[in-house]
């Protein structure tokens, strides 16, 4: 007998981060604990004894990721780069 397992749609990734195997001694992690959000990858690693942070985001057509960023306080250095969808229209 099998058992089926039905997912909420909103338990899911939306964004992923690919890196290269040949980075692989910069030591990177997905870090969920400091930002979490369905669209958000935050991923440290190390370089030359640095943490340093990526943001791949993707922004859905509620806005949400924007949102959420609006909403939360995080006092981070050594955010590298930051990669998504910026076609954002300001409902303001």
């Known amino acids: 007998m099998f058992k089926i397992l039905l997912y909420n749609e909103n338990d899911y990734l939306r964004v992923f981060t690919y ?3 040949r980075l692989i001694k910069l ?3 997905l870090r969920k604990d ?3 959000h369905r669209n ?3 991923i440290s690693f190390f370089n030359c004894g640095i943490m340093c942070f990526i943001i791949n985001m993707y922004t859905d057509d509620q806005q949400s990721t924007l949102e959420y960023l609006k909403n939360i306080e995080v ?3 050594n955010i590298l780069t ?3 969808d910026f076609n954002i229209r ?3």
């Open 19 to 21: 890196i290269n195997v």
């Open 40 to 42: 958000i990858n935050f």
């Open 34 to 36: 400091i930002l979490y």
């Open 75 to 77: 006092n981070l250095n």
């Open 27 to 29: 030591h990177f992690s």
């Open 82 to 84: 930051m990669i998504g």
């Open 90 to 92: 300001n409902n303001n």
